[in-house]
């Protein structure tokens, strides 16, 4: 999966990246009502515009990236100085008020998120295999705090294509079983299907529970 993954990106074969902030960040983010200044956990980020939305809203970005070519991309198409440095086996990268951490995902543990309070996943889960996924979905609520709020967006493929990818088709049923156990999970919104590729994006309102949610 990870050599697939970074030889896509040496590839150029990234169909999945939107050359513009994705619409559902904008629709929704704002009623999440997450405090500006809060430090936002973007997993397997690429080089997403949508940590840069973030970051003009006020909200310092620590995006995680398994592919150093994305990041580099990211920071090529950015404005700033750039700073590097390495921390418990990653190298960051920094420009303004996003770092890029270079590294999987599942070596990324709670001593690194302590100023971590809100989250985002436009293409982490999808990313991922099915026998993955319950993996990602726990490691994910063990970086998050307590009453910590979030987006998701998951998409669905076409009856009978749900195991290519990725992106990988995930049901609406999956995202609420993974994620039910450690999150408040509220559904915002299905888009139309997208025409020729059979996919069909969710948007998921997600709250870390605490021990009496």
């Not at 990234?14 to 629709?27: E, K, M, N, S, W």
């Not at 430090?39 to 939305?53: E, F, H, Q, T, Y």
């Amino acid at each position: 999966m990870a050599n697939d993954w970074l030889k896509r990106w040496r590839e150029g074969r990234i169909g999945f990246h939107r050359d513009a902030t994705h619409p559902a960040l904008v629709r929704h983010w704002p009623a999440l009502g997450i405090k500006p200044g809060t430090k936002v956990l973007v997993p397997l980020c690429g080089k997403s515009l949508d940590m840069r939305w973030l970051a003009r809203h006020d909200h310092p970005v620590l995006g995680i990236e398994l592919a150093e070519t994305a990041i580099q991309c990211f920071l090529a198409e950015g404005q700033g100085e750039v700073s590097r440095y390495r921390q418990a086996g990653f190298s960051v990268w920094r420009q303004g008020s996003v770092e890029l951490w270079c590294g999987d995902f599942f070596h990324f543990h709670i001593e690194q998120a302590a100023e971590i309070g809100a989250f985002y996943d436009r293409a982490a889960l999808i990313a991922l295999p099915e026998a993955t996924r319950q993996r990602y979905a726990f490691h994910l609520a063990q970086l998050i705090p307590p009453g910590s709020r979030g987006l998701l967006i998951s998409l669905t493929r076409a009856p009978g294509d749900e195991g290519r990818g990725p992106p990988f088709g995930v049901a609406a049923e999956e995202v609420r079983e993974l994620l039910t156990p450690n999150f408040v999970v509220t559904h915002l919104e299905d888009g139309e299907p997208e025409a020729g590729s059979g996919f069909r994006e969710s948007v998921w309102a997600l709250e870390r529970r605490g021990p009496r949610t």
